[in-house]
């Protein structure tokens, strides 16, 4: 069973599943690498929701609690909700969830609404400023994800209290971070590049 919970440092990361609904170029499960470098992050099974609290022995200890994979963790809404709502009982640790944004469209109903109160921040992966240029990174399992990606950042304005969208450094120029940077800006959220990993 690889690990269902590890800490980068005062920060708690929940692995909650490996699958996804994107196959990013930059992807760390497509890698040679793979899942780890020092942390075996190949789940065998999905952990429920008591697995993932029995490994959670003092929240409040934490400075920040983010529900992430490697893989997308919305995929399993009523785990993330959940479990979420316990720790919420327990601590005033901010809930945070790392996101493709694909969940309202693979769920049918309104993700950042359901989420919120649960969870404190929301970090959205944009990657791109168009439907073409996501579909050449990210692979998507639809063709279309892209609108429904802005529609969920959209939505998560209006329920979540720190809204965050992140693109990946190295993987598109300059320009193209330009333009993610100033999509953020017309959609009110905060941008974030992150580092390539691969
Ligand atoms: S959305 Fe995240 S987990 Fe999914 S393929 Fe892309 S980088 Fe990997």
Redesign the pocket.
């Known amino acids: 069973m690889g690990m269902i919970t590890y800490t980068i440092d005062s920060r708690l990361y929940i692995n909650v599943t490996n699958k996804?609904t994107?196959?990013?170029i930059?992807?760390?499960?497509n890698t040679e690498r793979g899942l780890g470098d020092g942390y075996d992050l190949w789940l065998d099974h999905d952990p429920t929701a008591d697995e993932i609290l029995n490994e959670i022995k003092d929240p409040q200890k934490y400075d920040e609690i983010i529900f992430c994979?490697?893989?997308?963790p919305l995929i399993r809404l009523d785990v993330v909700i959940e479990v979420a709502k316990r720790l919420k009982e327990k601590t005033t640790v901010p809930l945070r969830v790392n996101t493709?944004g694909h969940a309202s469209f693979i769920h049918r109903k309104n993700v950042p609404q359901l989420l919120s109160g649960l969870i404190d921040r929301i970090s959205i992966?944009l990657n791109a400023s168009s439907k073409q240029k996501y579909n050449e990174i990210?692979r998507p399992f639809n063709e279309d994800i892209y609108d429904h990606v802005i529609e969920f950042i959209k939505e998560s304005k209006k329920y979540i209290k720190e809204v965050w969208v992140s693109c990946v450094d190295t993987i598109i120029d300059e320009e193209e971070i330009e333009r993610c940077r100033e999509l953020a800006k017309q959609l009110g959220v905060n941008f974030k590049l992150r580092a390539y990993e691969g």
């Open positions: 996804c994107n196959s990013c930059f992807c760390i499960r994979g490697y893989g997308e493709n992966s990210c």
